[in-house]
């Protein structure tokens, strides 16, 4: 009877191994050719292009610009999320509810449309650059486009929705009695959240902080629109070696390593959490 | 009392935060335009000028984006329902690793997704003479392989809660295998497969990166066609139609929220 039911998981199993093998194979098969420019590959196997991003100093601060700003959005990100997350999961009025269907609403709009509003709020004579002028509180317009500021600013649109409902699920799961038990024994407020909320969502906190993190090291659209070709991340500096410079070859190269890192990243995190885990085991 | 109002302040500053670009894009839609820039936000007059004035090419480029989200949803459902059924009742060895392989795309950046379908589509042109790339079909399918783990993973999700007593019920009391399917099964996984057709149709939606690799001429969508106007030819028509689409965005929220509720839809996120 049940036998028959792993035959209907073939069709779309193989189509999707199918696509996934046959792309990933050939990119990364071109990154071991030498790049003759214009499309073209060399005809001996070759590491040169590894070694040419791991030695040249134009790749290597690409990827060195790619993991800061990404480091700097997941901190962000988390300064302005955690708390958000922690308020709407404890949070018992009628709004709540509201709340998180007004934040998976504009989480889910277009990042396109998100930058396209940023882009527009930042620009030179727009209201947010006639306020600060106005308060003093700079002396030339700030600006959005072609600067690492922007991009971070850019980053943390596509992330920060996500990550709130993330760890909004986490705080979920810590019963609330355990607040109020510190709370009886007289722990102000502020403490109770430092020793009984942090550590209980600890692994939370991680898994979602490096999700973020990797979401950001692959992030191209953000990055791209508001970059405006000056910051070039990894991710934009792909897009541009093979659609601009058509160095196929070397453009595999840059998503190889970029594929390298998200994998790293993810291994980490899965090491992370196992530890505290453990960790958390032998003080229970 | 503190803490409240403090927290209060504390959401409203994080909302208007995350709100603001799209206020400005809804707002700066019905501004006329200032003398030294196309963008007056926030608008000086209002007007539905650049409403009633959307060039031809824009709204080809939302059609285009509109009609591939559609066939991604929908392809991602036709195959992720199968797939998911396989995965949780098939009792094959090495049902974990088959789960997942298909939510291996979700760990490739759509940068490199878009790199190496560009040259999977340049060798199987070559070989068998179809040119997929600046294809709908092309692009449908590399917006299909990224979107179809979220199918999976959403009905996975729900087919492992399922209460496989409702299927012998329908059984016993003499129904045939299909018709319990379409009578049972399918009714009580469907907010799980309506979940992950609406993450697929996103995912497709908001695609820039694989749609910029994949692209040819003349066939551009919306958010390569945003990406272009930026840096040459800005037009506030462009914000017109933005601010649709963030009123579409909403409203299918609502349905979303009406039909399955929103914690389906939040399952799907971690795709399993």
């Known amino acids: 009877m049940t036998a028959r039911w792993h035959l209907l998981m073939w069709p779309p199993l193989l189509l999707s191994l199918a696509l996934l093998v046959g792309s990933q194979s050939i990119f990364l098969r071109g990154s071991f050719f030498a790049d003759l420019r214009v499309g073209r590959l060399g005809s001996e196997l070759t590491l040169q292009n590894y070694w040419r991003v791991a030695s040249d100093g134009f790749y290597l601060s690409a990827l060195w610009l790619t993991v800061r700003l990404s480091a700097l959005v997941v901190v962000f990100t988390f300064v302005l999320g955690y708390p958000t997350a922690y308020i709407l999961a404890r949070m018992r009025s009628v709004w709540a509810p509201l709340l998180l269907a007004l934040l998976v609403a504009t989480s889910f709009v277009t990042i396109v449309i998100k930058v396209l509003g940023l882009v527009i709020l930042f620009s030179p004579g727009g209201l947010l650059n006639v306020s600060l002028l106005w308060l003093g509180l700079t002396d030339q317009p700030v600006s959005l486009r072609g600067t690492e500021f922007g991009v971070v600013v850019g980053l943390m649109y596509f992330t920060i929705g996500f990550f709130v409902l993330l760890l909004y699920g986490v705080v979920r799961t810590i019963p609330r009695s355990l607040e109020q038990a510190a709370q009886l024994l007289g722990a102000p407020r502020w403490r109770v959240f430092w020793r009984v909320v942090v550590p209980l969502s600890l692994p939370g906190i991680i898994t979602s902080a490096l999700v973020v993190f990797n979401l950001c090291m692959g992030a191209f659209t953000s990055a791209a629109l508001i970059g405006a070709g000056r910051i070039l991340t990894l991710p934009v500096l792909i897009q541009r070696t093979v659609m601009l410079d058509a160095r196929y070859a070397m453009g595999a190269t840059l998503a190889a390593v970029l594929l390298l890192c998200g994998l790293a990243i993810n291994l980490i995190s899965i090491l992370a959490v196992g530890r505290l885990k453990a960790a958390r085991r032998v003080v229970a | ?272």
Not at chain 2, 85 to 94: A, M, N, Q, S
Not at chain 2, 201 to 218: E, I, N, T
């Open chain 2, 1 to 272: 009392m503190m803490a409240r109002a403090l927290s209060g302040t504390w959401l409203a500053l994080v909302f208007g935060f995350m709100i603001a670009p799209l206020v400005v894009v809804a707002g700066a839609s019905f501004g006329r335009g200032g003398r030294t820039a196309m963008i007056d936000f926030p608008p000086h007059e209002l007007t539905w000028q650049w409403y009633l004035a959307i060039p031809g090419d824009q709204v080809q480029a939302l059609a285009l984006s509109i009609s591939l989200a559609l066939a991604c949803a929908l392809a991602a459902a036709l195959l992720g329902v199968p797939a998911a059924l396989g995965i949780v009742r098939g009792d094959l060895p090495g049902r974990r690793a088959i789960a997942a392989l298909f939510r291996l795309p979700l760990q490739i950046p759509a940068v490199v997704v878009g790199v190496s379908f560009l040259q999977l589509y340049y060798i199987v042109g070559d070989v068998i003479e179809l040119p997929l790339v600046g294809s709908f079909w092309g692009l449908a399918l590399a917006h299909l392989f990224i979107a179809l783990p979220y199918v999976v993973g959403s009905v996975v999700a729900i087919l492992n809660r399922f209460n496989m007593r409702l299927e012998e019920a329908a059984l016993v009391l003499g129904a045939g295998r299909w018709s319990t399917f379409r009578r049972v099964t399918l009714p009580v996984i469907m907010p799980g497969v309506f979940a992950g057709a609406v993450y697929a149709f996103m995912v497709s939606f908001s695609d820039l990166p694989v749609a910029l690799f994949l692209a040819g001429q003349g066939f551009v969508t919306f958010p390569v066609a945003i990406f272009q106007s930026l840096d040459y030819d800005f037009s506030p028509s462009m914000l017109a139609l933005s601010t649709l689409i963030i009123v579409f965005s909403f409203v299918v929220m609502v349905v979303v929220q009406r039909s399955i509720g929103l914690t389906n839809l939040l399952h799907t996120g971690g795709a399993g």
